[in-house]
């Protein structure tokens, strides 16, 4: 039985992507559309070809951790080869810690190990918003350019774009199950410090401890039009990819992972 996150929709099938209902409701429980949900198990039959904008499998790491601490990194592997940042509402008199581990030792969802694994290792009891940053590589030309998304003019020039990546949730200390919620969004890389403004909001996910699939339309993003407008304006060459607190932070327990793998940007068609 494997486990799959359609839009929030978490759908328990023995075929995968055949046990999401894509006819009944037009939106989910977040109020995005459900026509942006698209099983993958149903690609080749709608004939469709595939275009690979972007695509990470986290199977060249090498255990690299960086700890950011109450609003400041206590360590950061130089070593490290993707860019991933932590970033937090620095509590009042209380360790608020954030972990990012390049962790080649875990199985991911294709059985390989490589995965990356983001922790709120200790948090306070009080913090409005905390979370992860992914640019890509670090390599030259690895970071997240999405050209489809610089030349749209509008949300129907995203049709068919969908952010795909495998995710599971952690705790060595905690008993399961368990249920991780997230928010996610991307954001264009800009100079000034106020890209949320400008974000593209996705649906959150739940992660428990099995592995699902995410797979979100970008077409039916949340906020398009601050989105596409800094696009335009600020011409961004590339973008970053977050996940972050989703509600109070007490409902984050010490220790919860959440874990993530397969990373892809891609275009949908219908083949000639």
Request: charged residues 20%; hydrophobic residues 40%; aromatic residues 10%.
């Amino acid at each position: 039985m494997q486990k799959i996150i359609c839009f929030g929709f978490v759908v328990l099938s023995a075929v995968g992507f055949l046990g999401c209902d894509v006819s009944s409701s037009k939106t989910t429980s977040n109020g995005l559309s459900r026509e942006s949900i698209l099983p993958q198990s149903l690609e080749k039959s709608k004939q469709l070809s595939k275009e690979v904008v972007y695509t990470d499998g986290f199977s060249d790491l090498s255990n690299q951790q960086s700890v950011f601490v109450n609003g400041r990194y206590e360590s950061m592997d130089a070593a490290s080869t993707r860019i991933v940042l932590a970033f937090m509402d620095i509590p009042n008199g209380e360790t608020f810690s954030l972990k990012i581990l390049e962790d080649s030792i875990t199985q991911g969802a294709d059985g390989q190990p490589g995965v990356l694994a983001l922790s709120w290792d200790k948090t306070p009891t009080k913090a409005a918003y905390s979370g992860f940053t992914y640019h890509g590589r670090k390599k030259s030309g690895g970071q997240i350019g999405l050209p489809f998304v610089n030349a749209a003019k509008d949300a129907d020039d995203l049709r068919g774009y969908r952010l795909r990546f495998r995710f599971k949730a952690v705790n060595l200390a905690a008993p399961v199950p368990m249920s991780l919620q997230a928010k996610c969004r991307l954001e264009p890389l800009v100079a000034n410090s106020q890209s949320y403004e400008k974000r593209l909001e996705l649906p959150i996910l739940v992660a428990s401890e099995e592995w699902q699939q995410y797979d979100a339309e970008l077409q039916y993003g949340q906020n398009m039009e601050a989105f596409l407008a800094s696009v335009h304006e600020e011409r961004p060459e590339h973008f970053k990819m977050i996940w972050s607190q989703n509600g109070p932070v007490t409902r984050y327990r010490a220790g919860d992972t959440l874990l993530i793998d397969d990373i892809e940007i891609v275009g949908l068609a219908s083949a000639p």
